[in-house]
Every structure is written in structure tokens, then in C-alpha cells.
């Protein structure tokens, strides 16, 4: 299991609404996500066995929200 994380535009209901909806697409690919509202970069974090970075950035782009993969 590895974990993704990203910073991103989540910064409201409504963007979280088209994140979770956008993230509908690969499910069954992820264990769990979650995005802290709160912090600064709006983190998004995934627990995956098989996503790539650049497949939940760009779902998320697709929904009009901004993701940037964070580098640890």
C-alpha cells in the first residue's frame, strides 16, 4: 500500500463535492481518501495499491479543480 498526496483547490464544500465525484471513476482502485479543508495546501491523501499520481490529477483537472502531486 502506498499513499498519494497532493496540494490542491479543495478549499470548500463545493470542490469537495466535484473531488468525490471525479474520484467516482477509480473506485476500487483506492482503499481511502481525504482532504484536510484546514490546512493551507488543502491536502488531498490517497491510499492506493495501484493508482498513479498522474491518473487522480488528472480526473481531478477533468472536474475543474487544481492537484499538484506533493513530493515527500
Do not use: W, Y
Not at 490517497?46 to 487544481?66: M, P, Y
Amino acid at each position: 500500500m502506498k499513499t498519494l498526496t497532493f496540494h490542491t483547490n479543495i478549499d470548500c464544500p463545493l470542490h469537495l463535492e466535484k473531488a468525490v465525484c471525479g474520484l467516482e471513476c477509480l473506485r476500487g482502485r483506492f482503499c481511502q481518501f481525504s482532504v484536510d479543508l484546514m490546512e493551507a495546501n488543502h491536502l488531498l491523501t490517497i491510499k492506493t495499491t495501484s493508482l498513479e499520481a498522474h491518473e487522480v490529477t488528472a480526473v481531478l483537472r477533468q472536474n475543474g479543480l487544481h492537484c499538484v502531486e506533493t513530493i515527500r
